[in-house]
T-cell receptor
Framework: NAGVMQNPRHLVRRRGQEARLRCSPM?????VYWYRQLPEEGLKFMVY????????ESGMPKERFSAEFPKEGPSILRIQQVVRGDSAAYFC?????????????FGQGTRLTVV | AQSVTQLDSQVPVFEEAPVELRCNYS??????LFWYVQYPNQGLQLLLK??????LVKGINGFEAEFNKSQTSFHLRKPSVHISDTAEYFC?????????FGSGTQLTVLP
């Protein structure tokens, strides 16, 4: 059973470009969470999704950021018109329907660098 | 709203010595508490969790933590550390499936 897969592992974008981060949850998991880790800081919650639904997006910046988890395919975190401050590690986690959010399994992250 | 404070950003310790990584939380509701470990350029791995029941919880790699409701603490301990325990450790509290993390403690085990 493969773990949570994130790709790419490293992504470099110029200011103003778009960044698309992908997350394939573990098999059988229908809940996906996105977290952002800025340098020297802990992880900050961004968004919690179930298939085709955004459950909680209270941690998402109001502009330029969006997330989806379609019926088929991976969850996507999209950042439009990236700025240097978006440089961070973005982690995805997944969990089954039951259990706690803290029992989710984390991917290895996508490290976004904006130049 | 929840918050988590990890009191030490860096903890150096010699191999085979005991270690305690401190974590305090605040929350207006019942909480679920977690400790994670992060190795360089890796994701987070769950070490242990407190959901209910016994306040002393045991996790992987010989770690344990004690939930103290009156002191709102969830300190992580290991009686004898190894070089391979060198990593960043994060304490987290959950509410409504959303995790709030502390800023992390870098544990460095010295030979």
């Amino acid at each position: 059973n493969a773990g949570v897969m994130q790709n790419p592992r490293h992504l470099v974008r110029r200011r103003g470009q778009e960044a698309r981060l992908r997350c394939s949850p573990m098999k059988g998991h229908s809940h996906v969470y996105w977290y952002r880790q800025l340098p020297e800081e802990g992880l900050k919650f961004m968004v919690y999704l179930q298939k085709e639904n955004i459950i909680d997006e209270s941690g998402m910046p109001k502009e330029r950021f969006s997330a989806e988890f379609p019926k088929e395919g991976p969850s996507i975190l999209r950042i439009q018109q990236v700025v240097r401050g978006d440089s961070a590690a973005y982690f995805c986690a997944s969990s089954p329907s039951r259990g706690k959010g803290g029992e989710a399994f984390f991917g290895q992250g996508t490290r976004l660098t904006v130049v | 709203a929840q918050s988590v404070t990890q009191l030490d950003s860096q903890v150096p310790v010699f191999e085979e010595a005991p270690v305690e990584l401190r974590c305090n939380y605040s929350s207006s509701v019942s909480v679920y508490l977690f400790w994670y470990v992060q190795y360089p350029n890796q994701g987070l791995q769950l070490l242990l969790k407190y959901l209910s029941g016994s306040t002393l919880v045991k996790g992987i790699n010989g770690f344990e933590a004690e939930f103290n409701k009156s002191q709102t603490s969830f300190h992580l301990r290991k009686p004898s550390v190894h070089i391979s325990d060198t990593a960043e450790y994060f304490c987290a509290v959950e509410s409504a499936r959303q995790l709030t993390f502390g800023s992390g403690t870098q544990l460095t085990v010295l030979p």
